[in-house]
T-cell receptor, first 112, second 112 residues
Framework: SQQGEEDPQALSIQEGENATMNCSYK?????LQWYRQNSGRGLVHLIL?????REKHSGRLRVTLDTSKKSSSLLITASRAADTASYFC????????????FGEGTQLTVNP | DAGVIQSPRHEVTEMGQEVTLRCKPI?????LFWYRQTMMRGLELLIY????????DSGMPEDRFSAKMPNASFSTLKIQPSEPRDSAVYFC??????????FGQGTRLTVV
């Protein structure tokens, strides 16, 4: 079963707007990661946030983590048409090694 | 490094045939994952290895699926016999510790 669940399932916005995607999970985690997937391609890592962190930035990306609510959000500011892709959150809850479990993903469409 | 390399990129086979998917992880990574992605079920973790040892294969659909990692630089996922419902994109990914996972480009399998 999928550990993470993203919402919304699909999001359509205009270029320049901000896009916010949310992820909820069920069990305790070591870290939470966000990935992007362009159609027909493999997933590409965007950002990792550890369980003891609350917020992290990377360029136009901002990720928050609320472990009390078991949720995370990914904000993309000043979106571009090239940001059109599916975005997935993945949780890692192993104490040794790594076992990444992905959610269903959010399909983001940025209209020019 | 060339990244995670998967082969073949596309595979079309007849029902009942054996299919072998191959993966070369990034050198130095100690975790390797096999995922299957379909429209209906999303991205499913099939099995993951840590230091060449299978840690969790609970995601493997049934006995027709098997995976091996004979050394740190090579892994295979075998389906025997294949069935039409196995049609999907199969991704291999590798990581070091609990860091980001790097994905291959995937193998698109079609079983007719």
């Amino acid at each position: 079963s999928q550990q993470g669940e993203e919402d919304p399932q699909a999001l359509s916005i205009q270029e320049g707007e901000n896009a916010t995607m949310n992820c909820s999970y069920k069990t305790s985690i070591n870290n939470l990661q966000w990935y992007r997937q362009n159609s027909g391609r493999g997933l590409v890592h965007l950002i990792l946030i550890r369980s003891n962190e609350r917020e992290k930035h990377s360029g136009r990306l901002r990720v928050t983590l609320d472990t009390s609510k078991k949720s995370s959000s990914l904000l993309i500011t000043a979106s571009r048409a090239a940001d059109t892709a599916s975005y997935f959150c993945a949780t890692d809850r192993e104490t040794s090694g790594s076992r990444l479990t992905f959610g269903e993903g959010t399909q983001l469409t940025v209209n020019p | 490094d060339a990244g995670v390399i998967q082969s073949p990129r596309h595979e079309v086979t007849e029902m009942g045939q054996e299919v072998t998917l191959r993966c070369k992880p990034i050198s130095g990574h100690n975790s390797l994952f096999w995922y299957r992605q379909t429209m209906m079920r999303g991205l499913e973790l099939l099995i993951y290895f840590n230091n060449n040892v299978p840690i969790d294969d609970s995601g493997m659909p049934e006995d027709r699926f098997s995976a091996k990692m004979p050394n740190a630089s090579f892994s295979t996922l075998k389906i025997q016999p294949s069935e039409p419902r196995d049609s999907a994109v199969y991704f291999c990914a590798s990581s070091y510790g609990q860091g980001e996972a790097f994905f291959g480009q995937g193998t698109r399998l079609t079983v007719v």
